[in-house]
């Protein structure tokens, strides 16, 4: 169970028991440790640097790195802020239902 959610806690997901919107955690989690890991690198900071830099435990950056965890509002913010990043939320072309225009 993750906590700090808004609604609650949420419950983990497999592939499997999930379906597509796991599927498209998965690979938001995968894109994310990609530019996390490609920003540290290219400041040339190590794990522990950025432990350090955001306040959070080198093994919380291992995990996050490795895939093993899934990481919160505020971590995200702490880790785009220590490497100088702009966190975006960024509309992407879908084939899913277009949502109603706005009132």
């Not at 220590?82 to 225009?101: N, T």
Request: glycine share 10%.
């Amino acid at each position: 169970m993750l906590g700090g959610w808004p609604h609650g806690e949420v419950r983990h997901l497999s592939v499997d028991e999930g379906g597509e919107l796991v599927r498209w955690q998965v690979e938001q989690l995968r894109l994310f440790v990609t530019e996390l890991i490609g920003h540290r690198e290219a400041r040339g900071a190590t794990q522990a640097t950025l432990a350090e830099l955001t306040g959070l435990r080198r093994n919380t950056i291992s995990e996050l790195e490795a895939g093993r965890s899934y990481p919160d509002w505020s971590t995200i913010a702490r880790i785009g802020y220590a490497l100088d990043a702009d966190v975006r939320f960024v509309p992407r072309r879908s084939v899913r239902r277009e949502l109603p225009p706005a009132r």
